[in-house]
């Protein structure tokens, strides 16, 4: 759905804001309507966590942030298997290793890893992430266990799936990313659309 989402998105801009894209390829990136075409036109890539480790541990390519299956993965290593490894085409990785994701993704049956994704694209690296939400209480349960948080703390969520639920997911698109991929734009502090500051916010 995420990826159909982005697809859409990049289309829209494509075909509706001509003349800005015209305006972001001469004078902010050389290529960008080519890289945005390739979004909306190539079929995804989709790997597993361990298959993207073993992809980036096989290159002669030396990372900033060393790589090992269990390590969240960096920038560099997403702007790799997008940019280099598959040549500008956007990827989805999943199956990510539950110790580095939240309490409430869905374990998978192999007991080591969870049911939660990412989309990678060229230049940006994550510009979506989503996840299948755990639906069994007892799982839930244990995995608090497991992270040492207070089950009393999370009483409201846990009922959520005491009182009922049923099998779901959600995944979330990082708008300045997005407006960021579509421009290209630099510094990703140009595309926050009003302006923030410590202790600006109301909530």
Known sequence: MDAFCIMWQVRHILENCKEDMEFFNTWIEKGI???L??????????LTYTDAVELL??????FEFPVAWGCDLQSEHERYITEEAFGGCPVIIRD???????????????????AAMDLLVPRIGELVGGSQREERLGYLEDR???LKLNKESYW?????RRY????????????ERLVQFATGLENIRDTIPFPRSPGSAEF
């Open 57 to 62: 541990l096989k290159t002669n390519k030396k």
């Open 164 to 175: 009922g639920s049923v099998p779901h997911a959600g995944f979330g698109v990082g708008f």
């Open 156 to 160: 409201w969520y846990l009922d959520l």
């Open 33 to 35: 309507i080519d890289r």
């Open 96 to 114: 990510y290793p539950k110790e580095i994701k939240a309490f409430y993704m869905r374990q998978n049956d192999d007991g080591k890893t969870v």
């Open 37 to 46: 075409t390739d979004v909306a036109e190539k079929e995804f890539v989709q």
């Open 144 to 146: 608090l266990e497991e």
